[in-house]
């Protein structure tokens, strides 16, 4: 069974924020969605579980074009979401999921990739 601070560390994978308006409301989402955790964050909790060097690589950059495209495809099946789950539904995840994809273009959120080892046992 994982220890509590081990499913932390797998709720969310987040870079950074800021300190403005944007990071606020990202936070005020990330509430809803379990939380963002910020690299340091991983960093100390994978240090705390007894991994070794933690390597960071911030994938952020290749992420913004992906959340775009990704939006894009979203909006196109608009009509389809509609009849589904109405008009209510399509207004609010395309607002929230635009929100993201700009937080992630203006890199005030972004995400990584931490590699970990594992030491040998003495």
């Known amino acids: 069974m994982p220890e509590e601070s081990d499913s932390w560390l797998m709720q969310a994978r ?3 924020l800021g300190r403005d308006t944007g990071a606020q409301r990202a936070r005020a989402h ?3 969605a379990g939380g963002l955790v910020a690299t340091d964050d991983y ?4 240090a705390h579980a007894g991994f070794g060097e ?11 074009p992906i959340l775009r495209a990704r939006l894009e495809m979203y909006r196109s099946l608009r009509e389809e979401t509609v009849a589904r789950f109405g008009e209510a539904h399509y207004k609010r995840y395309d607002r929230n999921y635009a929100f993201f994809v700009r ?3 203006a890199r005030k959120l ?13």
């Open 54 to 64: 933690v390597v960071y690589e911030d994938l952020s950059a290749e992420w913004a």
């Open 103 to 105: 937080l992630v273009e």
């Open 30 to 32: 990330a509430a809803e």
């Open 43 to 46: 960093r100390q909790a994978l």
């Open 110 to 122: 972004g995400g990584a990739r931490l590699y970990a080892t594992v030491p040998a046992h003495q």
């Open 14 to 16: 987040v870079q950074r």
